[in-house]
Nanobody, 118 residues
Framework: VQLVESGGGLVQAGGSLRLSCAASGFNFNDYAIAWFRQAPGKEREEVSCINPSDGSTRYADSVKGRFTVSSDNARSTVYLQMNSLKPEDTAVYYC????????????WGQGTQVTVSS
């Protein structure tokens, strides 16, 4: 199983970024896929989760209305569109699978840095 993130970078507050997570090594519809983030000195938090098999999603309260998760099943890729970015969104963003409220994900990507300047 491999999860590879891309799309991070430096953006000004109020700007947008789109992260991608390319998945391989498993049936894309078998696992719901999550986006997590971890800022320096803070605990890792789940940002969003999508189930590619039915399109269902969930979001952390801190990003609702600003972030949108989607999947391209033909490309086995999950996206995180981040709008109205704030400095507090600065973190390393990881995709992980499966996302399940009962246990931590088994598989993780290497992460991509998102930095939002004020």
């Amino acid at each position: 199983v491999q999860l590879v993130e891309s799309g991070g970078g430096l953006v000004q507050a109020g700007g947008s970024l789109r992260l991608s997570c390319a998945a391989s090594g498993f049936n894309f519809n078998d696992y719901a896929i999550a986006w997590f983030r971890q800022a320096p000195g803070k605990e890792r938090e789940e940002v969003s989760c999508i189930n590619p098999s039915d399109g269902s999603t969930r979001y952390a309260d801190s990003v609702k209305g600003r972030f949108t998760v989607s999947s391209d099943n033909a490309r086995s890729t999950v996206y995180l569109q981040m709008n109205s970015l704030k400095p507090e969104d600065t973190a390393v963003y990881y995709c992980a699978a499966p996302c399940d409220t009962r246990w931590p994900p088994w598989y993780w990507g290497q992460g991509t840095q998102v930095t939002v300047s004020s």
